[in-house]
């Protein structure tokens, strides 16, 4: 009802003041103006709002949502991969000596590997069996 309302307004008022200001903070780091800043942030905020508009009305039309999914799959892992690959590359000062910078190269790689092979068997299962899980955390929420 309407506390849910308010409670989900604060919350996510929470979350964006703090990114918001931080955005602000790099536009100017980056060598804007005041009136730059504000005027790239605000732009930022109104191609967001267009975005979810047309996603609204995008997402009404029962052809079009399963290209919609994709699409937004394919741009997080695009955004993450683009994000996370050159850290991986990058390698990683040895903390105590410069003597050591390749010793453990490889467990680190296999490592990473590990871990990104992982969250593509969790998010497997989790797709394969989504409809199993469904029930089991629906028949624990009506038993409450």
């Known amino acids: 009802g309407y506390m849910s309302g308010?409670?989900?307004s604060v919350a996510v008022l929470c979350h964006e003041l703090p990114h918001e200001i931080g955005d602000f903070a790099m536009l100017l780091k980056a060598g804007m103006s005041i009136k730059?800043?504000?005027f790239y942030n605000v732009l930022s905020s109104v191609l967001a709002f267009i975005g979810m508009v047309t996603g609204l009305l995008l997402g009404t039309i029962s052809n079009v949502t399963p290209w919609i999914f994709t699409a937004t799959a394919g741009i997080f892992l695009y955004v993450a991969l683009v994000d996370?690959?050159?850290?991986?590359?990058?390698g990683h000062a040895h903390p105590i000596s410069k003597d050591k910078q390749h010793e453990g190269h490889w467990l680190e790689i296999m490592l990473q590997v590990l871990g990104m092979s992982m969250g593509v068997s969790i998010m497997l299962l989790i797709a394969?069996?989504?409809h199993d899980l469904k029930g089991i955390f629906s028949e624990g929420h009506h038993e409450h």
Do not use: H
Request: charged share 10%.
């Open 6 to 8: 308010v409670s989900t």
């Open 84 to 90: 996370m690959v050159p850290e991986l590359s990058s």
């Open 128 to 130: 394969l069996y989504e």
């Open 36 to 38: 730059q800043a504000i």
